[in-house]
């Protein structure tokens, strides 16, 4: 990546503007769940500095007001987050060799969805201070929206704020619906997941799990079994 780490961060801190708007946007009806289950905005604020993840944060804000147990927290944040443990193994081999340690940390702990779609299309090798430069203007957004939609749900109606609530769920509906009309695959776990859900939450033998564990035990089998009867084949090599 061509120039100095100023103008790689300034670059970065660019494209990143637009993840911020929708940061913005988006953490706003996070933050009005993070209300819901009883956590203050500076609690909220918190959570989304040092946890930059909607699914991550919206399970542990469900998991809090539901009563559930450590292991269950650690479990879900494990699942819901394991995807960015993919995304920072690829980002450190468009890294130098050389990158100190603790610019790659600094890095990995920024990884979201969309900086890691920012940083990865980065011609050549990748300069950390790029990536750096769009954190420093996505994660603002991100805490700002949440803190301040804890603060909108303590002033607004109580009905607006149940409809905006929504929201969040729009959000992961609008993540996996295109993937899902591309993938028929895709489209039959989805559907499995919605099927499964309501009966696992339906039938009464399953009553001695907590909401919590359902859904980790959920998640493990309906991905489990997804990958082993539907496994992808790896595409080939260029020029082969």
């Given amino acids: 990546m061509l120039g100095t780490h100023k103008q790689n961060f300034l670059k970065g801190a660019r494209d990143g503007l637009p993840i911020f708007l929708g940061y913005f946007a988006v953490s706003l009806t996070l933050g009005i769940a993070a209300k819901a289950s009883g956590i203050t905005a500076f609690q909220a604020m918190l959570a989304s500095l040092t946890n930059?993840?909607?699914?991550?944060?919206?399970?542990?804000?469900?998991l809090i007001a539901e009563g559930g147990s450590y292991l269950e927290m650690v479990l879900m944040e494990l699942i819901a987050n394991a995807r960015y443990l993919l995304?920072?193994?690829?980002?450190?081999?468009?890294m130098e060799p050389k990158t100190p340690t603790w610019q790659r940390l600094l890095m990995g702990h920024g990884v979201t969805d969309e900086i890691f779609s920012l940083s990865i299309r980065v011609p050549s090798k990748l300069d950390p201070f790029y990536t750096y430069g769009a954190i420093a203007v996505a994660v603002p957004?991100?805490?700002?929206?949440?803190?301040?939609?804890?603060?909108?749900?303590?002033?607004?109606?109580?009905?607006?704020?149940?409809?905006?609530?929504v929201g969040l769920f729009g959000m992961f509906v609008a993540a996996f619906?295109?993937?899902?009309?591309?993938d028929k695959v895709v489209a039959g776990t989805v559907a499995a997941s919605f099927a499964l859900s309501y009966l696992i939450n339906r039938l009464p033998v399953f009553d001695f799990l907590s909401s919590g564990m359902k859904t980790v035990l959920?998640?493990?089998?309906?991905?489990?079994?997804?990958?082993?009867?539907?496994?992808?084949?790896?595409?080939?090599?260029?020029?082969?």
């Fill in 218 to 240: 959920l998640t493990v089998l309906i991905a489990g079994a997804a990958a082993l009867l539907f496994p992808r084949k790896e595409e080939a090599a260029d020029g082969a």
């Fill in 177 to 182: 619906i295109p993937a899902a009309k591309k």
């Fill in 52 to 62: 930059n993840t909607s699914a991550g944060e919206f399970i542990g804000f469900t």
């Fill in 141 to 165: 957004g991100w805490t700002s929206g949440t803190f301040l939609g804890v603060i909108l749900g303590n002033v607004l109606p109580a009905s607006l704020v149940s409809a905006l609530g």
């Fill in 87 to 94: 995304m920072s193994c690829a980002l450190s081999q468009k």
